[in-house]
């Protein structure tokens, strides 16, 4: 089984401040991980992605990401927050066994919402 | 190319009345998947297919019926429109069959609203 807990539902930052995305994972299996980004009335797009390689993900519009197994954690970071970085951001974990054919199971998502 | 598209964007029905979602991909994507989005709960699975002819069910799958004759295509059926099926609904695809390491492409989205 696998799941996905994004621990806070809406994030409020100042533009020019750091971004943190928090998101614990459970697998039974080593999993890949994702975060996803969704602007409003939008569909989902690709920000990073990690299979097992490194550890720090870096990834589009200066995101990453770094897994951490001890902790379960994936969580999203940004140094210096825009204001087109307000929309929403979930978290994806899926793994491949004989019988899960590579599904996602998604967080909540968060609402990352940018100050002026 | 044009990715994975989606029609219509929106669409209202009164209950009880079928409509077909259609999902179609030009990447040659082995995987394909239908989501809904409601407030506050991500997306969850509904159904979804790791090549033509063959489907299987996700999280959610009850009152909706897919097929996948061809690998481009991969319609989304509302048996009978209830008003819990009101939702914003994703089609998706990926390389790769039942492998987890590769991103999804998702669709633009079709908004249905169920009276």
């Known amino acids: 089984a696998q799941s996905v807990t994004q621990l806070d539902s809406h994030v409020s930052v100042s533009e020019g401040t750091p971004v943190l995305l928090r998101c614990n994972y459970s697998?039974?299996?080593?999993?890949?991980l994702f975060w996803y980004v969704q602007h409003p009335n939008k569909g989902l797009q690709l920000l990073l992605k990690y299979t097992s390689a490194a550890t720090l993900v870096k990834g589009i519009n200066g995101f990453e990401a770094e897994f951490k197994k001890s902790e379960t954690s994936f969580h999203l970071t940004k140094p210096s927050a825009h204001m087109s970085d307000a929309a929403e951001y979930f978290c994806?974990?899926?793994?491949?066994?004989?019988?899960?054919?590579?599904?996602?199971?998604f967080g909540d998502g968060t609402t990352l919402t940018v100050k002026p | 190319n044009a990715g994975v598209t989606q029609t219509p964007k929106f669409q209202v029905l009164k209950t009880g009345q079928s409509m077909t979602l259609q999902c179609a991909q030009d990447m040659n994507h082995e995987y394909m998947s239908w989501y809904r989005q409601d407030p506050g709960m991500g997306l969850r699975l509904i159904h979804y297919?790791?090549?033509?002819?063959?489907?299987d069910q996700g999280e959610v799958p009850n009152g909706y019926n897919v097929s996948r004759s061809t690998t481009e295509d991969f319609p989304l059926r509302l048996l009978s429109a209830a008003p819990s099926q009101t939702s914003v609904y994703f089609c998706a695809s990926r390389d790769g069959g039942v492998s987890s390491y590769n991103e999804q492409f998702f669709g633009p989205g079709t908004r249905l609203t169920v009276l």
């Open positions: 994806v974990v899926s793994y491949r066994t004989n019988t899960n054919a590579g599904k996602s199971t």
């Open positions: 697998s039974s299996y080593s999993p890949s």
């Open positions: 297919s790791v090549g033509a002819g063959i489907t």
